[in-house]
Every structure is written in C-alpha cells, then in structure tokens.
C-alpha cells in the first residue's frame, strides 16, 4: 500500500474536487420528458439534465458551466 501526500486537495471547494449539490432552479416539460436547468449550491456551477421520467434519475444534458457562487447574486 501506498499512500500518496494528496491531502491537499481535501482542502480545495473547486468544482472538481467536491460533489455538487444541484438544485433545480427551473424546468419544463418537453416531449421527450423533462427539462432541469440545476446549478450547484456549494459552487455555482450549473448545468442541464433531462429526465425521460418522474422516478429515474436525471441525466446530465450539458457540461458543468461555470457559474457564481448563490450569494453574489439572485
Ligand atoms: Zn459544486
């Protein structure tokens, strides 16, 4: 076994190195299901999803898009 010294990164709140916490900030329905536009609440970043139904999980539409943290703005 071997352990690297990466403890660092625990420290960076970057968008690769925690898991976003989406909230859904709008959404539609569309003929194939629906529409999500998420962003993430820790650090801003945003993206689309679509979900085909209710009960299964969205799959992401989009990249992750830089976004602004919630608190700067709206
Ligand atoms: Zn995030």
Known sequence: M???GTD???RLATPATHEHGWLVESSHAVSTGRILYVRCAE???RRVDHQD???RPPEP???ELPGRP???RG
Do not use: E, I, M, N
């Open 8 to 10: 660092d990164h625990h």
């Open 53 to 55: 139904h209710r009960r």
């Open 2 to 4: 071997t352990t690297l």
């Open 61 to 63: 539409l989009s990249r």
């Open 43 to 45: 650090c801003g970043v």
């Open 70 to 72: 919630a608190r700067t």
